[in-house]
Nanobody, 123 residues
Framework: QVQVVESGGGLAQAGGSLRLSCAATGRICRLNTVTWYRQAPGKQRELVARISGSGSADYADSVKARFTISRDNAKNTVYLQMNSLEPEDTAVYSC?????????????????WGQGTQVTVSS
């Protein structure tokens, strides 16, 4: 079994910072691309940032220069450092992970979602 769990959400003031974590546990051969999404009430889910297995990152225009995505392959964990937070960043943040899962003696590509973590930014 593989689980993907987000943590680190909470309440921050405008201009403040939070760091989210997305950890994959279980029978994992490799954690590949991980993507952070967010969904605010009444709005569509949007891509926030994505990091490939090799570490290449890209960001939504709305968070560039404020958010940084990184990974620790030894811990199968991806981080989203969020600085200069704005009230518009308030949303449920979820991570989606491409995982090579160990099944028997072979690894197979699987995709998993975490449960989401709430980020609330007050003005």
């Amino acid at each position: 079994q593989v689980q993907v769990v987000e943590s680190g959400g909470g309440l921050a003031q405008a201009g403040g910072s939070l760091r989210l974590s997305c950890a994959a546990t279980g029978r994992i051969c490799r954690l590949n691309t991980v993507t952070w999404y967010r969904q605010a009430p009444g709005k569509q889910r949007e891509l926030v940032a994505r990091i490939s297995g090799s570490g290449s990152a890209d960001y939504a225009d709305s968070v560039k220069a404020r958010f940084t995505i990184s990974r620790d392959n030894a811990k199968n964990t991806v981080y989203l450092q969020m600085n200069s937070l704005e009230p518009e960043d308030t949303a449920v943040y979820s991570c989606n992970a491409d995982v090579s899962r160990l099944e028997g003696t072979a690894c197979f590509f699987r995709n998993y979602w975490g449960q989401g973590t709430q980020v609330t930014v007050s003005s």
